[in-house]
């Protein structure tokens, strides 16, 4: 697959535009891209990054990328999209960066790899903590805790601008919440980040009051407002 080296449109502060950031960055090895347009091989995320403010050549090279009638997954995109393409889903949300977080490692916590790519698959299916592919484990790493060798509850490292890296997939099977084994996993993601010099952050919709509650008391601040956007490619898009 093509790998993309683009390096304008980036904006001033990586998390402004994190996922344009991290394609363009230090998950470029995952890039695919056409002009300035960049996007994770689809089987890794499904996350596309645009220019902070995308000009007409930019929605025509994304629309070339992916195909006409294409759905695709836009995080942080502030711009107006153009009028023929259709929104599909359209989710307010924060992100939240690393102020005062008491990081540590846990014993429990075992690291997770490919051969866990199918229980991980499974316990997302059962939780929906927001999307997660067959590949997506390559992205960083991923915690697990087991309890009689099923896996229960996870955490991992999905976007990673420079400088900052993104707890994402937090998880944990019904039968087992409110043990605090998520904020454990939190904890522990975030001591693996801490130690390569980076800051944790993370995202979560607007509308989830009880988890911003819960990670403002670990000690993440609100740092702006997010968008996540899905829309889908016309069937004839202009060509770029």
């Known amino acids: 697959m093509p ?11 990586p998390l402004d535009n ?4 991290a394609l363009a960055g230090p998950h470029a090895r995952f890039a695919e891209g056409r002009g300035r347009v960049l996007r994770y091989e689809t089987d890794v995320s499904p996350w596309l990054g645009l220019p902070v403010e995308p000009d007409a ?8 990328l992916v195909g006409p009638g ?22 307010p949300g924060v992100q939240l960066v690393d102020e005062s977080l008491d990081a540590r490692h846990d014993e429990e916590a075992v690291p997770l790899g490919a051969a866990d790519v199918p229980e991980m698959l499974a316990l997302v299916e059962r939780t929906r903590p927001g999307p997660f592919l067959p590949r997506t484990v390559e992205l960083g790493t991923y ?3 087991r309890r009689e060798g099923r896996l229960i509850a996870m955490a991992g490292e999905r976007l990673r601008p420079p400088g900052w890296t993104e707890i994402s997939a937090v998880c944990t099977d019904e039968a087992f919440r409110g043990q605090g ?5 939190i904890r522990a993601v975030a001591a693996g980040i801490r130690e390569r010099g980076e800051t944790p952050f993370l995202h979560t919709a607007a509308a989830n009051t009880g988890a911003i509650r819960l990670y403002e008391s670990l000690g993440f601040r609100i740092r702006r ?14 060509a770029a």
């Open 57 to 64: 050549a930019d929605w025509a090279d994304l629309a070339a």
């Open 3 to 13: 790998h993309a080296s683009v390096r304008t449109g980036i904006p001033a502060h």
């Open 70 to 91: 294409a759905e695709v997954a836009l995080p942080g995109v502030r711009a107006t999209l153009p009028e023929s393409w259709e929104i599909t889903f359209d989710v």
């Open 225 to 238: 407002d997010a968008r996540f956007v899905g829309a889908r490619v016309p069937e004839r898009a202009a």
């Open 181 to 185: 084994l998520g904020t454990r996993l």
């Open 18 to 21: 994190p996922a344009y950031a």
């Open 143 to 145: 915690l697990g805790i």
